[in-house]
């Protein structure tokens, strides 16, 4: 079984390698169309802007690579999940990679979103599940560390499988099919991140 963390210059990769293989798995990190073609399972972490990350990702020529793979299970990590969406708002309207329907859009355009609450979202929250592949052997809530300004808003309620609170209800996980997302980083949420990472693995 091999696992492809996906490297277009954007993202803690070690971080998320270190995690995988600390439950005794192997993944490989590259930028390589063809090695990303040919894995099993991906992982597509970020941190950093929308625009700058598909921009990276055509540059580096894995947009058909990546489109190719989401036939497989496939885990979007916070800009990574922001990425399966159909576009964003961040610095200008951007197309994603359209795996799920729907948009990306900043914290402070809601408009319930609290004048008074800082953007980014920095922090450990609560995430209250919806659906159980990812989740299963956690709680019904959760809680997980973020880092974010901008959130997804997918088209179609059935796929949102978490959600959590930050002055405004906001989807932090996704799911259809084969295809995952989590707005936070199980890298860097403990024992509950490590056991959502597990379970990606073991589909």
């Known amino acids: 079984m091999k696992t492809v963390i996906i490297d277009y210059g954007m993202g803690n990769l070690r971080s998320v390698q270190k ?12 930028s390589d169309p063809q090695i990303v073609t040919e894995a099993d399972k991906l992982i ?10 598909m921009e990276n990702l055509q540059k580096k020529d894995l947009l058909p690579a990546i489109k190719a793979a989401l036939d ?7 800009l990574g999940m922001q990425l399966l969406l159909s576009s964003s708002e961040e610095f200008g309207l951007t ?6 329907p729907g948009r990306v859009e900043y914290f402070r355009k ?25 989740f ?3 709680p019904e809530t959760f809680t997980a560390y973020f880092v974010h300004s901008y959130y997804a808003v997918p088209d179609a309620a059935s796929v949102v499988s978490g959600v ?17 997302g989590v707005q936070f980083h199980p890298e860097k949420s403990g024992e509950n991140g490590l056991q959502i990472l597990k379970n990606f693995l073991e589909i």
């Open 19 to 30: 995690a995988v293989e600390s439950l005794g798995y192997a993944a490989e990190i590259s």
């Open 95 to 100: 197309d994603g990679l359209n795996a799920l």
């Open 72 to 78: 497989r299970p496939f885990l979007g990590i916070c």
């Open 164 to 180: 959590t609170d930050y002055g405004i209800d906001f989807c932090s996980a996704l799911e259809k099919d084969n295809i995952f």
């Open 136 to 138: 299963k052997g956690l």
């Open 110 to 134: 809601s408009v319930n979103f609290p004048a008074d609450l800082p953007v980014p979202h920095i922090g450990w929250n609560d995430v209250r599940q919806k659906k159980d592949t990812l």
């Open 44 to 53: 597509l972490p970020g941190v950093g802007a929308f625009p700058q990350a």
